[in-house]
């Protein structure tokens, strides 16, 4: 899935936190607008991370686990903390 610039709808590889909106607003920008935008408005910012197809190797063998299990098994696929994507749409990182 990928996702338009908010402001000049170009393929968005960057995804920001307003803390003037609620927590579950993304906002999204390309290249270009984070420099010019987003970074100015002190927003928080962090890459687009494309979905990874590798974190099944990461799931208990048995095939048991809880939502937590699957969050940590995306997280440990893409290098990165659960904590960092874990208030993200699951779906979109499956």
Known sequence: MSYKC???????TYIASNP???????EYYCDHCVKVNA??????VTAVHPPSKGYMQHLPAD???TEDDLW??????????ASE????DLVEWL
């Open 39 to 44: 970074l100015d408005c002190g927003l928080t």
């Open 72 to 81: 940590e098994a995306i997280a440990e696929a893409n290098g990165v903390d």
């Open 20 to 26: 003037k909106k609620p927590s579950w607003v993304d």
């Open 63 to 65: 095939g048991n686990f």
């Open 6 to 12: 908010d402001d000049c709808f170009a393929t968005a």
């Open 85 to 88: 994507i874990m208030d993200g």
